[in-house]
């Protein structure tokens, strides 16, 4: 592995007769250390373990079949419907015929959506008798028209996010809905360029 060089050099002698001491180098071979490294990384990548993959759990619904879909309390249902242009409007229970109870929020500031979804909340935890879980018939129905872009819809199960709704549903959103959106988007696009 190391080796002492022996050979004399050509020294200067210092005044007469006076011997000069042989200078003696070592050289170290490294060979060895290379071998004995890639060992090293051989055994370190055999004997570790990989990363294992995550993967998200999904929770499905039972396979069990049935006719009528999930049913909820007229009470406790709130529907949410965007528009075009940032415009989110909203409606509790059921669509009444004339679309009196169709109204008109923001994303946030004045009448957010956020306190639709709290007052909504609050008024369905006063009506329940369950003391253990006051929130099992609140159900928030998202239904994004045509025109609504995809930066609203994350903002919207954002809001779900942040007000702790367990119960929601994205539901395509049905002809008459869509036709009472695109009106109202119209209408307030008029009276924003008046």
């Known amino acids: 592995m190391a080796e ?24 170290v071979d490294l060979t060895p250390m290379v071998d004995l490294g ?5 055994f370190f990548i055999f004997t570790t373990t990989m ?14 079949v049935t006719d009528e ?11 949410i ?21 169709f109204l008109s929020a923001s994303y946030n500031g004045e009448n957010s959506i956020r306190d639709v979804i709290l007052k909504k909340k609050a008024d369905v935890r006063s009506r329940s008798r369950d003391t253990e879980n006051p929130y099992k018939d609140f159900v ?6 045509v025109e609504c872009n995809y930066k609203n819809v994350i903002d919207i ?18 002809d008459g809905e869509a036709q009472l959106v695109k009106i109202s988007d119209a209408s307030s696009q008029t009276s924003a360029s008046n």
């Open 4 to 27: 002492l060089d022996t050979s004399g050099g050509g020294g200067h002698k210092k005044g007469p007769g006076v011997k000069k001491g042989k200078k003696l180098s070592t050289r």
């Open 38 to 42: 890639f060992l090293l990384i051989t």
């Open 51 to 64: 990363s294992q993959p995550t993967a998200l759990k999904l929770f499905l619904p039972d396979d069990k």
């Open 69 to 79: 879909p999930n049913k909820a309390k007229e009470s406790g249902v709130l529907t």
């Open 81 to 101: 419907l965007m528009g075009a242009d940032n415009h989110i409007y909203y409606y509790e229970g059921q669509l009444k015929s004339d679309g009196s109870n």
């Open 140 to 145: 928030v129905v998202i239904k994004p028209g």
């Open 157 to 174: 199960l954002d809001e779900m996010a942040i007000n702790v709704v367990k119960k929601y549903a994205l539901v395509d959103i049905s």
